[in-house]
């Protein structure tokens, strides 16, 4: 219990330790999937925030969904590659941050998500907060309270 009630999950924003948006690799509602397949395979991420063409937060996207619409039932179908855009597999149902929630809540939405987006008020993207980073967080509050 007092883990959670003095450490810095409690302490610390989403603010203050999410990678911000000019670090993200995203992909926007209008690209074609082989675009949005190409920046998911060359960062080597499963999955990438879309952004809107006004940087808004659209929802993600990620490799499963696209491999899913080339598989076809006897071969692979690369040209819907070409034919098919991010708005048309893009998920929308997603929760998303504010900056200024506890890690607390981070937590509680990366048990069932990877990564989870940060919007302002107005629905502007500004980061997002990773499993990884809040896994970091625990651990060091977990040696700082033992030592
Ligand atoms: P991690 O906790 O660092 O393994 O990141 C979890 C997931 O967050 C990754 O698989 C990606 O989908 C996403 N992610 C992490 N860092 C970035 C980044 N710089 N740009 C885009 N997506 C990212």
New binding site residues.
Partial sequence: MDLIQDNHLTQFTVADVM?SAD????VQLNNPLEHALLVLVK?G?????VLDTSYKLAGTI?KTVILNQIIGLEHFEGEKLSELYVREVINEDIPVLKKEDTLLKGLDKVINY??ICVVDDEGYFAG?L????ILKQMKRDYYQQKY
């Avoid at 670090?23 to 995203?26: C, E, I, T």
């Fill in positions: 990678i670090k993200v690799a995203h960062s991420y499963s999955a990438v925030p990620g990877p990564f997002i990773t499993r990884r980073t």
